[in-house]
């Protein structure tokens, strides 16, 4: 099972950019679909991006697409989730997640194997 530590919150200013990082220990990462989901006060936990073992598919919600990029880099058994244009909306704790399912399939919660513990994203207007 692989482990998942994320980096990279903090509180910015609407209009700003930051960059989350998830390290991942282990051998097994690139056998995992990434997924980043976040969750904000009162609210369920949403997905809002995902990419392909090799990093050639990505899915991103509504919420975030164009605004957010999600990457992997497989030597540094890391995922990135760049976002910019950054709204108080995006206020929330985000986590990442090792998947076992398909980017083009709906994510089921018996295919997370692995999450992160969060990091805390705070936007102000």
């Known amino acids: 099972q692989v482990q998942l530590i994320e980096s990279g919150g903090g509180l910015v200013q609407a209009g700003d950019s930051l960059r989350l990082s998830c390290a991942a220990s282990?051998?097994?990462?690139?056998?995992?679909?990434m997924d980043w989901f976040r969750q904000a006060p009162g609210k369920d936990r949403e997905l809002i991006a995902r990419?392909?073992?090799?990093?050639?598919?990505?899915y991103y919600s509504d919420s975030v697409k164009g605004r957010f990029t999600i990457s992997r880099d497989k030597a540094k058994n890391t995922v990135y989730l760049q976002m910019n244009s950054l709204k108080p909306e995006d206020t929330a704790v985000y986590y990442c997640?090792?998947?076992?399912?398909?980017?083009?399939?709906?994510?089921?919660?018996?295919?997370?194997?692995?999450w992160g513990q969060g990091t805390q994203v705070t936007v102000s207007s």
């Open positions: 282990g051998r097994t990462f690139s056998n995992y679909v």
């Open positions: 990419i392909s073992r090799a990093g050639g598919s990505t």
């Open positions: 997640a090792a998947d076992r399912g398909y980017v083009s399939e709906s994510v089921a919660p018996s295919s997370i194997s692995s």
